[in-house]
C-alpha cells in the first residue's frame, strides 16, 4: 500500500495531530467515572427534556483530564445527535482565558451554534435573544463548557458570565431550553470565593475532583495513545521506555512528588520520539527520553496558544522577566525591581509607553494566577543595610529552555505591534 505517509521523513510518528494538545482521545483510560458521573448528571438534558438546568464542576491540576472529558462528551453527542440517536444537542465550549467579556462568551456560543454574530451592533442583550430565540426555534437543548473559569472568576464581568451560563434558560421568561453546563476549575475553592454570594449560590453543584495521574496511570494512557490511537508506531517503542517517562511525571501519592500531568507525559514521548527520528532511528533509545527531561521539556503552560492569549504588556513583562533571568544565570529568582527596568527598556525600544507600577504589579500577578511564573516573598536580612530598597516579592520561572521562551514571545510581541500598525 502506498501512502503519502510513505514518503514522509516519520519513522515513528504516525500522526503528529495526536500527540498535540487539542486532541481529544477516543478513550480516557482511568477517567471512565468522569465520564460516567458527568452522564449521569446530565442525562435529561441529552435525552431532550425541556426548561431544566444541571450543573457540574470539574476541579482539579493541569494535565488531570478535564478538558478531555468534557470535550470528548461534547464530540460524541455531536456525533449522536448527527445520527438521530439523540434528540437535537448544541455544543460550545468556551475557553475563559479567550473569551473574557459576556459579550465575547456569547459570541462564542453563538459561532458554535452556527450562527454569524458580527462583532459591532447588537447589545449584549439582543445577541443574547437571539441565541436563545435560534435554540427554541430548533427545540435545542445546550451542552455548555467552560473551561479555564479560574481566569473568568477574575474578569470584570465575571458575576455575569457565571450567571448566564448557569441560567440562560430562565433569563427571558420561561425558555424550553434544557441546559448542562460543565465549569472546569484548576482551583475552585481558591477561585470561588471572588464571585459574589447570589452567584455562588446559583453554582451550588456537585463537584468532580480530578486528581493527578499515577505513574502507572500514566503508562495506560501512553499505550494507549500509542496503540488505541495509533500516534505511533508501536514498535518504536518499548515497556522500559514508558516507564521512563510515567515514572518522571507519575504523582507519588505517598511522596507528593511528581506533577502527575498527563500532557507533559505526552510532550516527552513527543520530543523524543522527533529526536529519535532526527537521528534517523526507527525506535526510541532511553537515551533521547532522558535528554528531552534533562533538557527541561516545555512544562505545559508554556504552549505557545496560553502566551499568545496574554496581552501586550503581559508578553513584554514576561519577556522581561525572561531575559533577567536569562542575564542572571545562576539566580532562580530575579528582582521584581530589576524586571521593572528591563520592562521599560523593552517598552522603550517596542516604542510604546510602559505602565505605571501598580499596572505592572497587576500584570505580574495575572502571570501568577496562569501558573507562567512563581513569586516569593524576599526575607528582609540584617545584613546590607545600606541597601534600603525593599523588594516585596521575587520572581522565578522553572524548567523552561529561557531562550526558547524569550524567541517565541519576541516572535508574539512583533505579531501584536504588527496588528497594531
Ligand atoms: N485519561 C486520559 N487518557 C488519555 N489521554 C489523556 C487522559 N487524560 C488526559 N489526557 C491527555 O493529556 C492531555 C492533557 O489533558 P487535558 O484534558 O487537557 O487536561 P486538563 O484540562 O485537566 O489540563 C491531553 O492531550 C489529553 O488528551
Ligand atoms: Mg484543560
Known sequence: MTSLEDFSSH????????????????????????????????????????????????????????????????????????????????VSYINGQEFKSKFQVLRKIGSDL????????????????????????NNYNLYLILDEA???????????????VTRLNEIYGEQRLGLGTVIIFRNYYQNI???????????????????PYTSSELETILWSRIEKEKAMRAEAVNDEIISMIADTVGYDVKKKTGSGDARMAIKILYFSAK?????????????????????????????????????????????????????????????????????????????????????????IQRLKTLDLIETKVAKGTSRGRTTRIQIPEKIGINRVPLDLLENILEELIEKDLSRRG
Open 11 to 90: 519513522k515513528i510518528i504516525l500522526d503528529e495531530r495526536k500527540l498535540s494538545n487539542e486532541y481529544i482521545p477516543t478513550v480516557l483510560p482511568h477517567r471512565e467515572e468522569h465520564l460516567k458521573k458527568t452522564i449521569e448528571t446530565l442525562k435529561p438534558i441529552f435525552q431532550g427534556e425541556e426548561n431544566i438546568v444541571r450543573i457540574l464542576i470539574y476541579n482539579g491540576p493541569i494535565g488531570t483530564g478535564k478538558t478531555a472529558v468534557a470535550r470528548s462528551i461534547g464530540n460524541k453527542l455531536i456525533e449522536y445527535a448527527r445520527k438521530n440517536k439523540i434528540p437535537p444537542i448544541a
Open 114 to 137: 452556527g450562527l454569524n454574530i458580527p462583532r459591532r451592533g447588537f447589545s449584549t442583550q439582543e445577541v443574547m435573544e437571539y441565541i436563545l430565540n435560534f435554540l427554541n426555534r
Open 150 to 164: 479560574d481566569v473568568t472568576v477574575k474578569q470584570r464581568e465575571g458575576n455575569e458570565i457565571f450567571y448566564m
Open 193 to 211: 470565593d471572588i464571585l459574589d454570594k447570589a452567584v455562588i449560590s446559583s453554582l451550588n453543584a456537585p463537584i468532580i475532583e480530578f486528581d
Open 275 to 363: 529526536k529519535a527520528e532526527s537521528e534517523g532511528r526507527t525506535y526510541i533509545l532511553p537515551d533521547d527520553v532522558r535528554s528531552v527531561i534533562n533538557r527541561g521539556v516545555l512544562p505545559t503552560v508554556y504552549d505557545k496558544d496560553i502566551l499568545s492569549r496574554l496581552s501586550l504588556h503581559e508578553k513584554i513583562i514576561l519577556l522581561a522577566i525572561t531575559r533577567t533571568l536569562r542575564l542572571e544565570k545562576e539566580k532562580a529568582y530575579v528582582n521584581m525591581g530589576v524586571v521593572k527596568l528591563e520592562y521599560e527598556d523593552l517598552c522603550n525600544k517596542y516604542r510604546i509607553e510602559p505602565l505605571g507600577h501598580t499596572s505592572v504589579w497587576e500584570r
